[in-house]
């Protein structure tokens, strides 16, 4: 078989994915080397005839296990979905594969994007290790012991960075993607919620689930998310053509900034930051400074309650979505005989789910109880609204999908460029609060803290509650060492959180190249 450059990058991906098995970022036998090399082949010969079918013509892309395809099994690395087959792919798979793209395999993750480490009690934190596949491992490990990956879509991060794949598609419900990035010294893109079709996707929790692409470069990640984003009648939470066309009438504004206005939250300014990334997050808003752009202190006081609201939507959503897997409907039924008391499918739920999500459908089965949803869910669903209006109050450009005061035209001039002023384009924060830590030290946790691990998603769940475009960009640092640091814009505009992390990854890169680890010379208003 003759392959040109497309096929030789694909012939080293596979390569890769031999070399890196034991790292168990591939759910098993996904990959069939002869069907892709075949791919890859037709792509180069559409790339010397001239008829290329898109810009990914040709590459590898990996797929999150929760995402269906048709020609591949879907567990979302549960017992329950074991050996399932759907008999659909997901929208964006079509997309890809219309693209020319070639499916890499599917990845592992946390059972249904809800991880755990076992013998861990505080907290439901995902680390890619709650999987019928077993652990995702970090290429890092000391004595066979394992830095994490983060989750859920750990092995979409992984294979990225191992070289395994061009780009890989992951799910992001809290920081299921950018956190993962951030570990893993990848780049990490959650589009703003109803830019990408859902149709396909096993869902978790509706409201804030959300297809991201991971990639080695924000180039990468772009070029995916621009042939799987835009309108899916299938999915009722798409955004429609017609508004999109709004949003971006309405964003049009974007074309005109040179440089940006970054917003540093006060209440992200934690104690528990580790000192390292800290120090990357105020050397890499002073290359930014260099350059132009300008940094402004900012407040989001809902932050303090974005994580408790968090999780109890989430397993409130969840433990609705989950209800159809009870081996009549959906799923594996269980193989043990039930006990003559036993509902009928209490054996197969039991069995089927791991630990985790039984934990988190009772969570939210209480959460969604007559006693409990009015302390609970609706508080919870007032603390979300609180958290967008945090946003919108600090972002220059108003939310598009809001109804907004009607301005006079004498007025509306002076109004806007008052908002412009004091509001600001971006915000830049860490993606995660420490460095990736070691599998076992997850398991050596302190039990008397039941809240210690729920705050790793401080920084990634405020994004996800407002539905807001994010993306984590790696600071370039040598071994496990890695740190991310997140862009965040005003609901939409993705385009400008895609421009400002192309931006900060230039600065972060020119910064390396200087031998960037001097001290912080002056912190300004902004830390």
């Given at each position: 078989m003759?392959?040109?450059?497309?096929g030789?990058?694909?012939?080293?991906?596979?390569?890769?994915?031999?070399?890196?098995r034991h790292l168990?970022?591939?759910v098993?036998?996904?990959t069939?080397?002869?069907?892709?090399?075949?791919?890859?082949?037709?792509?180069d010969?559409?790339?010397?005839?001239?008829?290329?079918?898109?810009?990914i013509?040709?590459?590898?892309?990996a797929?999150?296990?929760n995402?269906?395809?048709?020609?591949q099994?879907t567990?979302?690395?549960?017992a329950?979905?074991q050996g399932?087959?759907?008999?659909?792919?997901a929208t964006?798979?079509?997309?890809?594969?219309?693209?020319?793209?070639?499916?890499?395999?599917k990845?592992?993750?946390?059972?249904?994007?809800?991880g755990?480490?076992?013998?861990?009690?505080s907290?439901?934190?995902?680390h890619s290790?709650?999987s019928i596949?077993?652990?995702?491992?970090?290429?890092?490990?000391?004595?066979?012991d394992?830095r994490?990956?983060?989750?859920?879509?750990?092995?979409s991060?992984?294979?990225?960075?191992?070289?395994?794949?061009?780009?890989a598609?992951?799910?992001?419900?809290g920081g299921?993607?950018?956190?993962?990035?951030?570990?893993t010294?990848?780049?990490?893109f959650k589009?703003?919620?109803?830019?990408?079709?859902?149709?396909?996707?096993?869902a978790?929790?509706?409201?804030?689930d959300t297809v991201?692409?991971?990639?080695?470069?924000?180039?990468?990640a772009?070029?995916v998310?621009?042939?799987?984003?835009?309108?899916?009648?299938?999915d009722?939470?798409?955004?429609?053509?017609?508004?999109?066309?709004?949003?971006?009438?309405?964003?049009s504004?974007?074309?005109?900034?040179?440089?940006?206005?970054?917003?540093?939250?006060?209440?992200?300014?934690l104690k528990e930051?580790?000192?390292?990334?800290?120090?990357h997050?105020?050397?890499?808003?002073?290359?930014?400074?260099?350059?132009?752009?300008?940094?402004?202190s900012?407040s989001?006081?809902?932050?303090?309650?974005?994580?408790?609201?968090?999780?109890?939507?989430?397993p409130a959503?969840?433990?609705?979505?989950?209800?159809?897997?009870?081996?009549?409907?959906?799923?594996?039924?269980?193989?043990?005989?039930?006990?003559?008391?036993?509902?009928?499918?209490?054996?197969?739920?039991?069995?089927?789910?791991?630990?985790e999500?039984?934990?988190?459908?009772?969570?939210?089965?209480?959460?969604?109880?007559?006693?409990?949803?009015?302390?609970?869910?609706i508080?919870?669903?007032?603390?979300?609204?609180l958290?967008q209006?945090?946003f919108?109050?600090?972002?220059?450009?108003?939310?598009?999908?809001?109804?907004?005061p009607?301005e006079?035209?004498?007025?509306?001039?002076?109004?806007?460029?008052a908002?412009e002023?004091?509001?600001?384009?971006?915000?830049?924060?860490p993606?995660s609060?420490?460095?990736?830590?070691?599998?076992?030290?997850?398991?050596?946790?302190?039990d008397g803290?039941?809240?210690?691990q729920?705050?790793?998603?401080?920084?990634?769940?405020?994004a996800?509650?407002?539905?807001?475009?994010?993306?984590?960009?790696?600071?370039?640092?040598?071994?496990?060492?890695?740190?991310g640091l997140?862009?965040?814009?005003?609901?939409?505009?993705?385009?400008?959180?895609?421009?400002?992390?192309?931006?900060?990854?230039?600065?972060?890169?020119?910064?390396?190249?200087?031998?960037?680890?001097?001290?912080?010379?002056?912190?300004?208003?902004?830390?």
């Open positions: 003759s392959l040109g450059r497309i030789q990058q694909a012939k080293q991906c596979l390569k890769n994915q031999v070399e890196y168990n970022a591939f098993p036998l996904t069939c080397l002869e069907s892709t090399l075949q791919d890859c082949e037709k792509a010969e559409r790339h010397q005839n001239g008829n290329t079918l898109s810009i013509d040709g590459q590898l892309i797929i999150k296990d995402i269906c395809t048709s020609d099994p567990t979302c690395a549960s329950m979905l399932f087959h759907s008999p659909f792919p964006v798979v079509e997309r890809l594969k219309a693209s020319g793209a070639v499916v890499a395999g990845t592992n993750l946390d059972e249904f994007g809800m755990q480490v076992p013998k861990l009690k907290g439901p934190r995902s290790f709650n596949h077993g652990p995702v491992k970090s290429s890092w490990t000391i004595l066979e394992s994490s990956v983060g989750g859920s879509s750990g092995g991060a992984l294979a990225v960075q191992t070289g395994q794949c061009f780009a598609l992951g799910t992001d419900t299921s993607v950018r956190l993962p990035a951030a570990w010294g990848t780049v990490g589009p703003s919620y109803g830019m990408v079709s859902r149709w396909g996707v096993v978790y929790a509706n409201s804030l991201g692409v991971i990639g080695r470069s924000v180039e990468a772009k070029q998310y621009n042939v799987i984003k835009g309108y899916d009648p299938r009722p939470t798409s955004i429609p053509s017609l508004t999109r066309s709004r949003i971006q009438s309405h964003l504004r974007r074309l005109t900034i040179k440089h940006f206005r970054i917003g540093v939250p006060r209440e992200y300014l930051l580790h000192p390292f990334i800290h120090t997050w105020s050397l890499a808003l002073q290359s930014l400074q260099r350059k132009g752009h300008s940094v402004h900012i989001l006081p809902t932050t303090k309650a974005a994580l408790a609201a968090y999780y109890v939507l989430a959503e969840a433990s609705s979505n989950l209800a159809k897997y009870d081996g009549v409907r959906y799923g594996n039924k269980a193989s043990n005989d039930r006990d003559k008391s036993d509902v009928l499918f209490s054996s197969t739920r039991g069995q089927n789910f791991g630990a999500v039984r934990r988190r459908i009772l969570l939210g089965s209480y959460t969604l109880s007559s006693t409990a949803i009015n302390n609970y869910f508080r919870a669903q007032k603390v979300r609204r958290v209006d945090d919108n109050t600090v972002f220059a450009m108003k939310h598009p999908l809001l109804e907004h009607k006079t035209t004498s007025s509306s001039s002076s109004t806007k460029e908002e002023e004091n509001g600001v384009d971006i915000i830049i924060t993606t609060l420490n460095l990736p830590p070691l599998l076992s030290s997850l398991r050596d946790v302190d803290d039941p809240t210690k729920f705050q790793e998603d401080v920084y990634t769940v405020p996800s509650l407002a539905g807001l475009p994010a993306i984590s960009v790696p600071v370039p640092t040598s071994g496990w060492q890695q740190v997140q862009v965040m814009s005003q609901y939409g505009d993705d385009e400008m959180v895609l421009d400002a992390a192309r931006e900060l990854e230039g600065a972060l890169l020119d910064g390396a190249e200087a031998g960037d680890e001097r001290r912080i010379e002056g912190n300004g208003d902004c830390m």
